[in-house]
């Protein structure tokens, strides 16, 4: 696998008022692993992830199966390899009170959870304030094996990942890299 994905922490960072989505991925030493660019008014995602911000080595795709879907489902894919690493699918009912995804492997068969984990809080940024920092926890059948922490800041979208906890490696780095880039898109249009 390659070594941009076999960091335990990252650091994903988005322009909150840019016209395209991009998003900047950095290792615990602030260097730029990862670099993605959304583009706008797509019908159906397919985000393209980059071991440099020139674009000259793509290393992941992340691509919706259907346009419009409230349980929408995401294929995450090894782009040097052309095989599929595995999904997540939000799961719609329970994501308009606090978000939940599922996280899927190459066989679709649900392994873990990726969710809100404060129900209160989650309540709190939707109906009064999202100004509100949110925070992820994965799970990998019993395990937490990551920590997806937002940051407040009103001109940069921040995202603190950290897998330091998944000393056993259940949890696939694409997949988690993947999930980052997805809560960022949906906080952007959530907020």
């Avoid at 995602?45 to 071991?51: G, H, N, P, Q």
């Amino acid at each position: 696998m390659n070594p941009i994905f076999q960091h335990s922490q990252y650091l994903l960072k988005r322009q909150v008022f840019a016209l395209t989505g991009k998003f900047r991925f950095y290792d615990p030493a602030g260097n730029l692993v990862l670099f993605s660019e959304q583009k706008m008014f797509k019908l159906r995602e397919d985000i393209r992830v980059y071991a440099d911000e020139g674009k000259s080595q793509e290393v992941l795709m992340i691509k919706a199966r259907q346009i419009i879907d409230f349980s929408a489902a995401y294929d995450v894919i090894d782009s040097v390899s052309g095989q599929k690493v595995g999904a997540l699918r939000r799961k719609g009912l329970k994501s308009i009170l606090r978000d939940e995804w599922e996280i899927l492997d190459v066989s679709d068969n649900v392994v873990g959870l990726l969710f809100e984990d404060s129900m209160g809080m989650a309540l709190l940024r939707r109906f009064l304030s999202s100004l509100i920092p949110q925070n992820y926890d994965i799970v990998i059948g019993a395990a937490r094996v990551a920590d997806l922490r937002q940051n407040f800041n009103p001109f940069t979208y921040r995202l603190n990942m950290d897998f330091s906890m998944d000393t056993a490696g259940q949890l696939d780095r694409r997949i988690g890299i993947a999930a980052g880039i997805l809560l960022a898109v949906v906080e952007g249009r959530q907020g």
